[in-house]
């Protein structure tokens, strides 16, 4: 079956702007998790969504920062006013929840903010 | 709150020597284990995992583990690389406990395996 998709795979934008990076997890998973990736802080966890619970939002570097998912299934990370700190791969991955099980990532997001 | 250290940022090996990966972590409640590898231009994939059980773990393209909890380590080895293992590998925590299974990243070793 299809894997997690993200879109778009790349996204370049000017300082400032606001930028929306989309999620479709796996059928049938119940947790989806935004994570990110960049040189100087490695792989950071962003933010966790478990069926109808209210997200593990712990991760998230500032109020700039939001995320939903719609009818428990996409999701959407938003990001206000970028900074140039902000440019990293940001990567989403889903499971069938619990800690025990794997996530499955997706290609990743590319953002790069000038 | 739980964190992972890999020592080795990158790793060179001839191809068909053995390879050890190593991982610590430090965590105030029990964990589960993880290793991930993220292949030239792809997204991250499960190799193993440590649940509970049998310390040693067997995982895909001939990876194994081994989880020692007296020295909170959970190194990766293979004993036969191959060129194509050449990839950046992550070693991972999760909270055993219900933290609601975020995972925590080490930095990563990048393995070089040449001719």
């Known amino acids: 079956g299809a894997g997690v998709s993200q879109s778009p795979s790349n996204k370049v934008t000017e300082k400032g702007k606001d930028v929306e990076l989309r999620c479709d997890p796996i059928?049938?998973?119940?947790?989806l998790y935004w994570y990110r990736q960049s040189l100087g802080q490695g792989l950071e966890f962003l933010i966790y969504?478990?069926?109808?619970?209210?997200?593990?939002k712990s991760g998230l570097p500032s109020d700039r920062f939001s995320a939903e998912r719609t009818g428990g299934s996409v999701s959407t990370l938003t990001i206000q006013r970028t900074q140039q700190e902000d440019s990293a791969v940001y990567l989403c991955?889903?499971?069938?929840?619990?800690?025990?099980?794997?996530?499955?990532f997706g290609p990743g997001t590319r953002l790069t903010v000038l | 709150a739980q964190s992972v250290t890999q020592l080795d940022s990158q790793v060179p090996v001839f191809e068909e020597a053995p390879v050890e990966l190593r991982c610590n972590y430090s965590s105030s409640v029990s964990v589960y284990l993880f290793w991930y590898v993220q292949y030239p231009n792809q997204g991250l994939q499960l190799l193993l995992k440590y649940l509970s059980g049998s310390t040693l773990v067997k995982g895909i393209n001939g990876f194994e583990a081994e989880f020692n909890k007296s020295q909170t380590s959970f190194h990766l080895r293979k004993p036969s690389v191959h060129i194509s293992d050449t990839a950046e590998y992550f070693c991972?925590?999760?909270?055993?406990?219900?933290?609601?299974?975020?995972?925590?990243f080490g930095t990563g070793t990048q393995l070089k395996v040449e001719l």
């Open positions: 991972a925590v999760s909270d055993r406990t219900g933290g609601g299974n975020k995972l925590t």
């Open positions: 991955a889903s499971s069938k929840g619990g800690s025990y099980n794997e996530q499955f």
């Open positions: 059928s049938g998973h119940t947790a």
């Open positions: 969504f478990q069926g109808n619970s209210a997200p593990d």
